[in-house]
């Protein structure tokens, strides 16, 4: 995986979201999967070993890291199925002429906070670059009926991140809260939304509301070493575990 030219590069995190959603039923079976903010491709690149049928599309609005997520999918043996697309996703949606069974996105998530001199990090990472009701709004848009959008964000927006989508249509049916360790507060939530139809949002109103599945992952056990959890889901991405 090149990142040289990418200002968000590869963390663990990440690659335990996409682990994640690569495991999902509803990916595994997706014939066509979007990736908003596709910065180095990894997530586009992690569902395509998972799910080899589908074609998958990832849209990067920052010029470097869309070619260098272009050159990483050219170089992968799932080069024919991935679609890199140098745009902003607002853009991407208003011309697109096909919706997807599944949208992934690790959205830029820094609100109020000190940004950086380097303007294509603050694009990455900060939501005044991408507010999420931008990005629910395109998401939901792009997403056909039934269909699952997964998000990573931090534990302390994950309420807000469920209120927005609500708002869009989006019901929450998973969450899976990240901690580095059994011993540490949780520091990502791992959400799945499906996009609701007509008979759906009736059942809602009548409080016949799908239960949320909660669960908890620890990144590291009690002597530093990557959990069985995590193990099983990262074994066929990482080279060493």
Not at 65 to 81: I, M, R, T, V, Y
Not at 156 to 172: I, V
Not at 209 to 215: E, L, P, S
């Amino acid at each position: 995986m090149h990142q040289a030219h990418t200002s968000m590069k590869v963390c663990t995190d990440a690659c335990l979201f996409g682990a994640w959603a690569a495991s999902d039923q509803k990916v595994i079976n997706a014939h066509k999967i979007l990736d908003i903010g596709a910065g180095t491709g990894l997530l586009s690149l992690l569902l395509a070993q998972a799910n080899k049928n589908a074609t998958i599309t990832g849209v990067e609005i920052e010029q470097a890291a869309a070619a260098e997520a272009a050159s990483n999918f050219k170089l992968s043996p799932w080069s024919d199925q991935l679609v890199l697309v140098h745009d902003a996703i607002q853009n991407y949606s208003e011309n697109a002429n096909t919706l997807y069974d599944a949208i992934i996105t690790n959205p830029p998530f820094y609100e109020g906070d000190l940004k950086s001199p380097d303007e294509n990090k603050n694009t990455a990472a900060h939501s005044t670059a991408l507010p999420w009701n931008i990005l629910i709004e395109n998401a939901t848009k792009l997403l056909t009926v039934g269909g699952s959008f997964f998000v990573l964000i931090p534990t302390l927006r994950a309420y807000t991140m469920q209120k927005l989508c609500h708002n869009h249509g989006l019901q929450l049916v998973e969450e899976v809260l990240v901690h580095n360790t059994a011993k540490t507060l949780p520091i990502r939530a791992m959400q799945k939304f499906m996009k609701k139809n007509e008979a759906q949002m009736d059942a809602e109103k009548t409080n016949d509301i799908t239960q949320v599945k909660r669960t908890k992952i620890y990144i590291k056990d009690a002597d530093n070493n990557y959990s069985p959890e995590f193990n099983a889901l990262l074994k066929d991405y990482y080279l060493h575990l």
